[in-house]
């Protein structure tokens, strides 16, 4: 099995590929078998599904920025303030969680 998190901007357009796993899946004993059958997987925790994935990788992704032009932030964005505000001033507010300086040869 391959689990890829894929990052796209809020009107759909896509920006790359954030992480991804690869797997196999063990094989399941009979009354576990009937268990997620009967409960529909909702008596199994967490962190025995296989949807922990998508946690493990939202927790290993962080927020990619492109930010060479000081654009308008979407107005649909839970991280701004106010509408319309500019990126540089948003992120002016925010820890830095790291940077990654590229440079042409």
């Not at 991804?20 to 008596?43: F, G, M, V, W, Y």
Request: glycine letters at 6%; aromatic letters at 4%; proline letters at 4%.
């Amino acid at each position: 099995m391959m689990h890829t998190t894929f990052a796209v901007t809020t009107e759909g357009l896509p920006i790359g590929l954030l992480d991804q796993k690869i797997s196999t899946r063990p094989p399941l004993a009979e009354d576990l078998k009937e268990l997620k059958r009967r409960s529909h997987n909702t008596a199994i925790p967490i962190e025995e599904k296989e949807s922990i994935r998508w946690i493990a990788s939202t927790n290993q992704s962080l927020f990619v920025v492109r930010g060479n032009q000081n654009r308008t932030v979407n107005k649909k964005s839970t991280y701004s303030e106010k509408g319309g505000e500019r990126l540089w001033d948003l992120m002016n507010r925010m820890s830095c969680q790291g940077e990654i300086q590229v440079c042409s040869q």
